[in-house]
């Protein structure tokens, strides 16, 4: 009997919180969907995503509802979600540039090795510079830009083999996020494999890679420290390239909103944002490398000379990405030299 009455307390409950969740929307004039490729417990959605999203829905006096759908929950596939924000199926997503080839060809410049190398508020700034200036605004033309942002870089993690050198990584088949993030593991010796992240636990646990390119905030919700044993990466957290993500909205949706409504999406989607969402993902990283330290996993920095030669070994990767862009009319040797300069000048900054 207290079971039952327990049950019905719960069902109660429950449709008291469905009850509000739909009033509240039913309030609104605007309802608006955010899709997205991770899961409910990952820290892009808790920290990122979700406070956000809140923060637009009270600065518009709950004139604006946005209901979250984490884990492609309204169905497609990673790499689609850019067209179905483009397309309206979608108002908001965030996603990874990468996951479509070639549609982003100037940020690109932001995943290559050693223009993003350790500082994820500096390089999302440089970001915001590009983007005002017009050097990487033409990518961006489809959609209302939210933000702009990097994850704090891709460090390696292996199942079963320590890297303390180069020659470690030869042979060995790894996952990468990205087309440059293939061509970096292909100048450091190693067999790359694209996968979209959701995807990489069962490839690790199936030996289907022997490790992966990812940052430490993804150990945690995937639970990448019981599958692999080594975590490596650079002295001073420097890492081996990036991966840029984008939060956007339907241009359509942004543009059916009255002034003072487009004003609470412009204010929540200036240079303190960007700055903001850098600093959420430098914070994420280190109960990532915590809990796999405390499983008992090997963290191994790479230092001094060692390193250089991971600098000289990837320094090709830059080169071939300039002249692949350079000869689609595209100046990526003056983007390349922007991007570390104004990452440069904004990690001055933060010192």
């Known amino acids: 009997m207290k079971r039952f009455s327990k049950l019905l307390l719960a069902g109660a409950a429950g449709a008291v ?11 609104a004039e605007f309802n608006f969907k955010f899709h997205h490729l991770l899961g409910p417990k990952s820290p892009a959605h808790t920290k990122m995503i979700v406070p956000w999203t809140e923060r637009v829905m009270k600065d518009s006096g709950g004139r604006i509802a946005i209901e979250v759908f984490p884990s492609m929950s309204l169905g497609g596939k990673p790499p689609q979600l850019v067209n179905q924000v483009n397309d309206g199926v979608v108002d908001f997503v965030w996603t990874v540039l990468g996951y479509t080839p070639g549609r982003f060809p100037r940020s690109e410049v932001f995943d290559l090795p ?31 830009v939210i933000a702009l942002h990097v994850n704090a870089g891709q460090a390696i993690h292996t199942v079963d083999k320590p890297i303390h050198t180069v020659e470690d990584l030869k042979g060995l088949k790894l996952r990468i996020p990205t087309r440059t993030g293939g061509w970096i593991i292909e100048a450091l010796g190693a067999n790359p494999v694209a996968m979209p992240v ?23 919700p995937l639970k990448i420290h019981e599958l692999t044993k080594y975590q490596i990466e650079g002295e001073n957290n420097t890492r081996f390239g990036t991966t840029t993500f984008m939060i956007a909205m339907n241009k359509d949706s942004y543009a059916k909103l009255p002034d003072d409504l487009k004003a609470v999406i412009d204010k929540n989607a200036g240079l303190d944002w960007w700055k903001e ?49 350079t000869a689609k009319g595209i100046d990526g040797k003056a983007l390349v030299a922007a991007a570390r300069e104004a990452i440069a000048k904004h990690s001055k900054e933060g010192m």
């Open 17 to 27: 919180l469905s009850f509000a969740a739909a009033s509240t929307s039913m309030a």
């Open 114 to 144: 050693f223009v993003h190398t350790n500082n994820p508020i500096a390089t999302n700034m440089a970001m915001y510079d590009l983007l005002q200036n017009g050097m990487i605004a033409e990518d961006f033309k489809d959609v209302k």
């Open 198 to 220: 959701p995807e990489l636990p069962q490839a690790l646990s199936k030996k289907v890679v022997d490790g992966a390119f990812i940052p430490w905030e993804i150990i945690p």
């Open 277 to 325: 969402i850098g600093q959420i993902w430098t914070d994420s990283e280190k109960p990532g490398i915590k809990m796999a330290v405390d499983h008992g996993n090997e963290h191994i920095v790479i230092a001094g000379a060692e390193l250089e030669k991971f600098r000289t070994a990837l320094e090709p990767v830059v080169n071939r990405w300039v002249e692949e862009v």
